[in-house]
């Protein structure tokens, strides 16, 4: 079946452009997750949404950052005036989420993100 | 102190060794732990999660102390298949999946 879809693959952009990265999620996953990665780091939470809850923006790291959920499956990661250190690679990850077990987050390929 | 520490390395050993990655977590609260693996240029995937009693899948072998807030991951006999940077995550939080990520240890496996 199909997995994590992320896109574009690559974006480049100018500092201080707005940029949309879009996430679609594994069919049926009711937990979604947002990533950064940066050079040389290791993941970097950012944002979590787990069905119709308030999701957790505790890894956002400024308010240029926000995201949102759709209906529950696509979601969009939007950052504002887009900074030289905002260059990463920007993953999602879902998973099915029965409450009270973990389970196995998926994730997708990434989009990286330059800004020039 | 980072909440997930790993020596990054890179351990580069030959076909056929043995080798072990050690992690340390601050968080003596932790609920579940795991080693994900990161080809170069890829997305991390689950290698295995890592009980109490400790685990063995194959070559690997995880383990966990909780009293010294260690994990461990060993590789037997390795394959040049093997060559990836190896991630040592920790659930922090049971009420949620949210994941926190070491900044992982590169493993080069030459022939």
């Known amino acids: 079946g199909a997995g994590v879809s992320q896109s574009p693959s690559n974006k480049v952009t100018e500092k201080g452009k707005d940029v949309e990265l879009r996430c679609d999620p594994i069919s049926g996953h009711t937990a979604l997750y947002w990533y950064r990665q940066s050079l040389g780091q290791g993941l970097e939470f950012l944002i979590y949404?787990?069905?119709?809850?308030?999701?957790?923006k505790s890894g956002l790291p400024s308010d240029r950052f926000s995201a949102e959920r759709t209906g529950g499956s696509v979601s969009t990661l939007t950052i504002q005036r887009t900074q030289q250190e905002d260059s990463a690679v920007y993953l999602c990850?879902?998973?099915?989420?029965?409450?009270?077990?973990?389970?196995?987050?998926?994730f997708g390929p990434g989009t990286r993100l330059t800004v020039l | 102190r980072k909440e997930v520490e790993q020596d990054p390395g890179p351990f580069n050993v030959p076909e056929g060794a043995t080798v072990a990655f050690n992690c340390t977590y601050s968080n003596s609260a932790s609920q579940s732990f795991f080693w994900y693996r990161q080809d170069c240029r890829k997305e991390p995937k689950l290698l295995m999660s890592v009980y109490s009693s400790g685990n063995e899948d194959g070559r690997f072998t995880a383990q966990l102390n909780r009293a010294s807030q260690y994990i461990s991951l060993l590789i037997r006999d390795s394959k040049l298949s093997d060559s990836a940077t190896y991630l040592c995550v920790v659930n922090m939080d049971p009420n949620t999946d949210k994941l926190i990520f070491g900044t992982g240890t590169r493993l080069q496996v030459f022939p």
């Open positions: 949404f787990q069905g119709n809850s308030a999701p957790d």
């Open positions: 990850a879902s998973s099915f989420q029965p409450t009270g077990s973990y389970n196995e987050q998926f």
